[in-house]
């Protein structure tokens, strides 16, 4: 019997060997690998799983968690002195006539303009018709569907945006392009509990709420749309915690109509750091 010896591998046969063996190794791992993906996705073909339909989800709108400080002073109404308008319009328009006016003029001409901006319409009353002049910052706005809150303010010493009120909108008319009219405010440490809003109410009318503050001196105005200023009482002085505060207002209104009560307080700062508005109905 004749033994045959192998002769020894060249160093070229054993690299190949080598690189036979290690295709060898990478095969059967990418197969490990792909049978495990196939179990933990689901198993049954068909490619991978998407996200769940919970993985994602948005929330629905709201006012943004900085304006919801209390329950508004304007509470939903189910009709305001307006038919078919459910709050009482403060400002710019008396009615519903005048903001079909306005759209009209608009229309054709593209008048002022402003009236659907509802940020500047309350810029606007508050320095405008109120006559808060350094109130000239808008803080924050949310604008839903037909309403809005806009934030009103000024520029703190140490530059940071300091809000005086927020100011309830609501558009005026029918059609996209209604204007905005200001309906009151949405309150928390000044508020307006007295007279109701929407009341009626005869000089002098007893304005009451409450205050949390240290050393507010608090000034009541009453104001219409007609003739502006018509009544107006002495700084109150006030403050505490939740302390409730109370004044008699004398006015003259020219005729009956809506009224625009503000009060106000300040001089820490600026003259006005803080103010709220209601509505109420001359009788």
Request: hydrophobic share 45%; no cysteine.
């Amino acid at each position: 019997m004749t033994t045959r010896v192998q002769p020894p591998m060249s160093p070229r046969g054993r690299r190949r060997r080598w690189i036979a063996a290690g295709v060898a190794v990478v095969v059967v791992a990418a197969a490990v690998v792909a049978i495990v993906f196939w179990r933990t996705s689901g198993g049954s073909g068909g490619g991978t799983a998407g996200p769940s339909a919970t993985s994602v989800t948005t929330p629905a709108p709201s006012a943004p968690a900085s304006t919801v400080t209390a329950a508004p002073a304007v509470p939903p109404a189910t009709s305001g002195s307006v038919p078919g308008f459910a709050y009482e319009p403060l400002w710019p328009f008396a009615g519903t006539a005048e903001a079909v006016a306005w759209q009209a003029e608009y229309r054709s001409g593209g008048h002022q303009p402003w009236h659907l901006d509802a940020a500047l319409t309350a810029q606007s009353f508050t320095q405008d018709f109120l006559g808060y002049g350094g109130v000239d910052l808008v803080t924050r706005q949310s604008v839903q569907g037909r309403e809005a809150w806009v934030g009103v303010g000024y520029r703190a010493p140490n530059g940071a945006a300091a809000t005086a009120a927020v100011l309830h909108l609501a558009k005026l008319g029918p059609g996209v392009d209604a204007p905005w009219e200001v309906v009151g405010t949405r309150d928390s440490v000044l508020t307006i509990t007295r007279p109701g809003y929407g009341a009626k109410v005869t000089s002098p009318v007893t304005v009451g709420g409450r205050i949390t503050g240290v050393d507010e001196n608090l000034v009541v105005r009453i104001r219409d749309l007609a003739s502006g200023l018509v009544g107006q009482a002495p700084g109150v002085p006030a403050g505490g915690e939740n302390t409730p505060w109370s004044v008699s207002v004398p006015f003259t209104a020219p005729a009956p109509g809506v009224l625009t009560i503000a009060v106000a307080t300040g001089g820490h700062v600026t003259d006005v750091e803080r103010f709220a508005v209601t509505g109420a109905v001359a009788g």
